[in-house]
Nanobody, 125 residues
Framework: QVQLVESGGGSVQAGGSLRLSCAAS????????MGWFRQAPDKEREGVAI????????EYAPSVKGRFTISKDNAKNILYLQMNSLKPEDTAIYYC??????????????????WGQGTQVTVSS
């Protein structure tokens, strides 16, 4: 069992930056793969960034590539998402995910077992 707690959300103007954190209760096989997803109002949850261990492999959604950076501190069991050049369309609740069940379908929400409660990010124009 792994508990995930996100923090760092808030309100910023377009062009600004935020860093999200996700504290995991344990560093186990369930946290080898971790990811960030987001859900905007009236939209489905979508993948943002995924990481293997501390960065052996990272994957990004096309909409955030070049602006967001995912990283992980294994010693502290914390996952990060550095978000730069934020746009109004980045407004959403951001969720941390762990324990990837299906590597082939890593962008699918159902492929992840553990979820945090989410943190709100609001970007104004």
């Amino acid at each position: 069992q792994v508990q995930l707690v996100e923090s760092g959300g808030g309100s910023v103007q377009a062009g600004g930056s935020l860093r999200l954190s996700c504290a995991a209760s344990a560093n186990t096989d369930s946290t080898i793969w971790m990811g960030w997803f987001r859900q905007a109002p009236d939209k489905e949850r979508e993948g943002v960034a995924i990481i293997l261990r501390t960065g052996i492999r990272t994957e990004y959604a096309p909409s955030v590539k070049g602006r967001f950076t995912i990283s992980k501190d294994n010693a502290k069991n914390i996952l990060y998402l550095q978000m730069n050049s934020l746009k109004p369309e980045d407004t959403a609740i951001y969720y941390c995910a762990a324990h990837l069940l299906d590597m082939v379908a890593m962008w699918r929400v159902s492929s992840w077992h553990y979820w945090g409660q989410g943190t709100q990010v609001t970007v104004s124009s």
